[in-house]
């Protein structure tokens, strides 16, 4: 089965740190773009960072850049967002998405093939 799995979401402080993991199963990611969305309640979904293979080109969103880093490891076929220095607007369910193409290329929108269920990121003191 086709699917990308996330786990690692909860409730963090401000200024503390989480670390969203992102695995897939009945293919690779060492050659697609893969990236998060996030929503948060009444906003519209926001592309948040997407990597090209496992060690490929990165993108971010203005309002995570120089915070969120991602990252692959392709013997996991999976992909990580480590999220230092989180802030109560950065809660929202954070999902895992992916293009099937291996030429598929970065973005933060767009239409993406994969996307997993969800992981709830809550950021609050």
């Known amino acids: 089965q086709v699917q990308v799995v996330e786990s690692g979401g909860g409730l963090v402080q401000p200024g503390g740190s989480l670390r969203l993991s992102c695995t897939a199963s009945?293919?690779?990611?060492?050659?697609?773009?893969i990236g998060w969305f996030r929503q948060a309640p009444g906003k519209e979904r926001e592309g948040v960072s997407c990597?090209?293979?496992?060690?490929?080109?990165?993108i971010y969103a203005d309002s995570v850049k120089g915070r969120f880093t991602i990252s692959g490891d392709n013997a996991k076929n999976t992909v990580y967002l480590q999220m230092d220095g989180l802030k109560p607007e950065d809660t929202a369910v954070y999902y895992c998405?992916?293009?099937?193409?291996?030429?598929?290329?970065?973005?933060?929108?767009?239409?993406?093939?994969?996307w997993g269920q969800g992981t709830q990121v809550t950021v609050s003191s």
């Open positions: 998405v992916a293009r099937r193409s291996l030429f598929s290329v970065c973005a933060l929108s767009g239409e993406y093939d994969y």
């Open positions: 009945g293919f690779s990611l060492a050659y697609v773009a």
């Open positions: 990597i090209k293979g496992a060690a490929g080109k990165t």
